[in-house]
């Protein structure tokens, strides 16, 4: 094992400024060979856990304050192992697995992730939501959602599942509204008015050359002007039989107050920093890409900037009555408590809510009351932050 430390020095200069500028422990990035690596169970996967444990020559420990969670040495690898291939187990943070625990997702509700890649998260929540209600997983890359309905369809989740690649900040698609099918509300026109079969992967000759055009054109995201692409979507979740048109219908205002989702997790894009096996693969992929994607201070501000429209964005898509999480696995404050506070500034209907669950949970309170972190340190995970919000009728 490295020595704890003598690792802070591989660190870049400039990366060490910007900790000292947030305030945060460069020591904390020696601890990368210390914190477990957390993997998931399948429910209903734990007759299997002896042979896991033998295939992955480790013990499963139990992560005690985290139902289905178990924490292996950080150097195991699981991707090609049978149990992971088979769908028994997935890899995510602790942490991580808090946030989703967090929005106590019941069966029967209508889920939004509005940052839904690379998937773990998304996993989760649809098994939590027991085969009943729906969820919806957003994100702007395609190629990222994509990824996301491979893990749906490997762990056979995807039932209830629809996926739309979108701008989250501005994605206004409610839950399947059942008015739709009688044609109340329908905006189809005799030109666009086709029905959806049950999804398959094939595509048909128009999705391909609209994604040939895109490709030509060289933007691997989406415009926030661009029409949502529905690119998965699961037998039960309400759009087989349903017109493509009124499938991606935007939301007329105020109509999520009473037809929204009622939970909402806005995971959302951030620098990373906290993540402390995020930071070391840029040993890897060489420190100039630290620079660019972290350190860049035109970057940062259009990060903060994304942040805050994300979470206003979830939160107008949330019923009354219903949480939204927010969460980041930044540790500064400026992309945590500081975007919450703008947010509360602006929005008279939002309120923070204490996270019941969390007085188990190995973190520490944020600067904002009820808001919550995890750092290597204190949780043995990487870091996170966590806010949970409620939309209050006015």
């Known amino acids: 094992m490295a020595d704890a430390r003598s690792a802070p020095e591989s660190l870049p200069p400039a990366f060490l400024e910007f900790l000292q500028e947030n305030g945060l422990d460069p020591m904390m990035y020696s601890m990368v060979d210390t914190i477990p690596r957390y993997i998931r169970l399948k429910p209903g996967m734990e007759p299997h856990i002896p042979e896991i444990q033998s295939e992955l020559t480790c013990h499963l420990n139990k992560v005690s304050w985290l139902p289905d969670f178990y924490a292996i040495p950080p150097q195991v690898q699981i991707a090609s192992s049978m149990a992971y291939q088979q769908g028994k187990i997935y890899g995510i943070d602790a942490a991580s697995g808090a946030a989703v625990l967090a929005l106590d997702v019941q069966p029967g509700e209508h889920v939004l992730d509005l940052c839904a890649a690379p998937g773990a998260k998304l996993c989760m929540l649809a098994d939590m939501l027991g085969g009943r209600g729906s969820l919806t997983g957003v994100d702007v890359a395609k190629h990222r959602l994509a990824a996301c309905r491979t893990m ?3 762990y056979s989740l ?7 690649v979108a701008d989250g900040t501005s994605f206004s698609i409610l839950p399947v509204n059942s008015s739709l099918g009688n044609g109340e509300g329908s905006t189809c026109h005799k030109d666009n008015g086709s029905t959806l079969s049950e999804w398959t992967s094939k595509r048909s ?12 054109a060289g933007s691997p995201h989406l415009t926030s002007t661009s029409e949502p692409e529905l690119i998965y979507y699961g037998k039960h979740s309400g759009l087989v039989g349903l017109r493509k048109c009124d499938a991606i219908r935007p939301s007329a205002d105020d109509e999520a107050q009473t037809s929204g989702y009622d939970k909402v997790l806005v995971d959302a894009e951030c620098t990373h920093d906290g993540s402390i096996k995020h930071i070391q693969k840029f040993e890897f992929w060489g420190w100039k890409t630290l620079d660019r994607r972290v350190l860049d201070a035109e970057r940062t501000d259009d990060l903060l900037h994304l942040q805050l429209r994300l979470l206003t964005n979830g939160f107008k898509l949330l019923k009354t009555g219903g949480s939204l999480v927010y969460s980041t696995c930044s540790l500064t404050v400026a992309q945590n408590e500081n975007v919450v506070q703008q947010f509360l500034c602006k929005h008279s209907s939002a309120e923070l809510q204490k996270i019941d669950s969390a007085d188990s949970w190995p973190c520490r309170g944020g600067s904002i009351f009820k808001t919550l972190r995890f750092d290597p340190a204190t949780s043995q995970t990487s870091g996170l932050f966590v806010a949970k919000f409620t939309k209050l009728q006015i």
């Open 152 to 154: 749906l369809q490997k």
């Open 158 to 164: 995807g039932d209830r599942c629809r996926l739309f």
């Open 205 to 216: 000759w128009k999705d391909r050359q609209k994604s040939k055009k895109a490709r030509m």
